[in-house]
């Protein structure tokens, strides 16, 4: 896992308690998705 991903998960912000999910799945997708086209 990405540093700067645990370091997110370790401060709290993966959790949206609107919604009561995670959001790190959806942050970790949307950096798969950057790598694959070369953006990230």
Do not use: F, W
């Given at each position: 896992?990405?540093?700067k991903?645990?370091l997110?998960?370790?401060l709290?912000?993966?959790?949206c308690?609107?919604?009561?999910?995670?959001?790190?799945?959806?942050?970790e997708?949307?950096?798969?998705?950057?790598?694959?086209?070369?953006?990230y």
């Amino acid at each position: 896992m990405d540093e700067k991903l645990r370091l997110l998960i370790e401060l709290g912000a993966g959790k949206c308690e609107q919604l009561n999910v995670s959001v790190i799945p959806h942050l970790e997708g949307t950096r798969c998705l950057l790598k694959v086209q070369g953006v990230y």
